[in-house]
């Protein structure tokens, strides 16, 4: 871009900083016209100190996230590991079944076989806590419903917080069984692909053994849940590595709602302050729900 000048200078700019250079006047004379003069301006500017700061900072809170939810779902297994090298009486996964499954849904989770090893370890340690499930339902807004998944070794502990958090947050905590009728248990296998074929997989789950299976869109983006029976979760598992997903699949047991509820904006985004308050609980296992939006 040129810029015309009352009087004469040259202008030039480096590395975004303008510096302006001033020459004596000349005489002029009625002979000759006086030519505009021109400075010229070039830029080599980048992002702004600011935006790059935003970007930063939104980098890093979603690592946060991440490394926050890595950090839970190891925790929760080695809960389960301890938990089931306890109930089955041993550590090694080819005598303890149970065992076993939680290994092979740990390793499913991207847990490390470290952190693995060193729960099945820790179990048989005399001084090791002892952790039992249990399951909260409570009423949200605008007809929404929720189940909570709680793995705890203090029972009392993490029914005051469950309480707590719901109640703060202007939930109510609901009767045993007046929530739960409203949901299934499955086996659920998340895949972090849209392209699972459908048929190619009721094929490998009917080979594996499954007897059950329903397919659908998942809640992140680019992604596919499939259900199956409860006790099938590790065939389906199978079935889906069968057909070409290995990497990034995870497995798990979760509460299916039967009778889904549509929410308002505002009364669903209260009912997600409440899930997310509960699921930085270290004792709630999973918060499961009826909101279809």
């Known amino acids: 871009m040129k810029l015309f000048l009352p009087s004469a200078a040259a202008c030039l700019l480096f590395s975004g900083t303008a510096t302006t250079a001033f020459s004596p006047a000349t005489p002029r004379s009625a002979a000759s016209p006086t030519k505009p003069q021109t ?57 303890n079944r149970q065992l076993a499954e939680v290994v092979k849904a740990a390793k499913a989770n991207s847990v490390p076989v470290d952190n693995i090893n060193r729960a099945i370890k820790r179990a048989t340690e005399t001084d090791a806590s002892s952790f039992s499930e249990s399951t909260f339902e409570a009423y949200g807004f605008g007809g929404a419903s929720m189940v909570i998944n709680v793995l705890s070794d203090n029972a009392n502990r993490a029914t005051a917080d469950v309480k707590a958090c719901v109640n703060k947050r202007g939930g109510k905590i609901a009767e045993q069984g007046s929530v ?47 259900y199956s029976e409860p006790t099938d979760a590790s065939k389906m598992l199978d079935a889906v590595k069968a057909v070409g997903f290995e990497d990034g699949v995870k497995m798990s047991l979760a509460w299916v709602t039967k009778a889904p509820v549509e929410c308002t904006d505002e009364d669903f985004e209260k009912n997600m302050e409440i899930i997310d308050a509960l699921e930085e609980l270290d004792d709630v296992d999973s918060v499961e729900h009826n909101m279809s939006n």
């Open 39 to 95: 400075c010229s301006r070039t830029s080599s500017a980048g992002p702004s100190p600011l935006f790059m700061g935003r970007a930063a900072a939104v980098r890093a809170a979603t690592k946060s996230k991440t490394d926050a939810k890595k950090a839970k779902t190891n925790a929760l297994y080695g809960k389960k590991i301890i938990m089931a090298v306890k109930n089955g009486g041993s550590a090694d996964t080819n005598a």
């Open 180 to 226: 739960l009728f409203m949901y299934d248990r499955r086996g659920k296998v998340e895949v972090p692909s849209p392209d699972v074929d459908e048929e190619e997989l009721l094929m490998a789950a009917i080979d594996a053994g499954c007897d059950d299976m329903e397919m659908t869109e998942g809640d992140e983006e680019g992604t596919t849940i499939v």
